[in-house]
């Protein structure tokens, strides 16, 4: 939650910022990664991050309740539907099909 609030800071420096068409990056998403970001205290750290945004102005009132409303859900929700909303709406077809592999020889 760190990097978000160094970004916002940036941001609000004047950093110039932009969406890259192209992944940077390869992030393989281990067995453990859905249940961390669940969980009260993720949601206690999700409030403290959406309250500092609000303190230094980057957000709006508006904008951390909605902020607060749709990651606070996703905090709250089982694991097994984190994991299938992010495999839905986040990941790439290949690391869909990456997962499952790893769920065949693990299972």
């Known amino acids: 939650m760190e990097d978000y609030l160094l970004f916002a800071k940036m941001i609000l420096a004047g ?5 890259v068409a192209e992944p940077l990056l390869l992030y393989r998403v281990g067995q453990g990664a ?3 970001r669940g969980g009260t ?3 206690a750290t999700e409030w403290r991050l959406q309250r500092a945004f609000r ?21 709250l929700v089982p694991e097994s539907l984190r994991k299938n909303a992010y495999r839905a709406l986040l990941a790439t077809r290949g690391e869909r099909r990456a997962d499952r592999r790893g769920e065949r020889e693990s299972g």
């Open 55 to 75: 303190e230094i102005g980057f957000t709006t009132a508006g904008q951390q309740a909605r902020n607060l409303t749709v990651r606070g859900v996703y905090r």
């Open 34 to 36: 859905y249940a961390r």
């Open 41 to 43: 205290g993720m949601l």
């Open 15 to 19: 950093a110039q910022v932009a969406n």
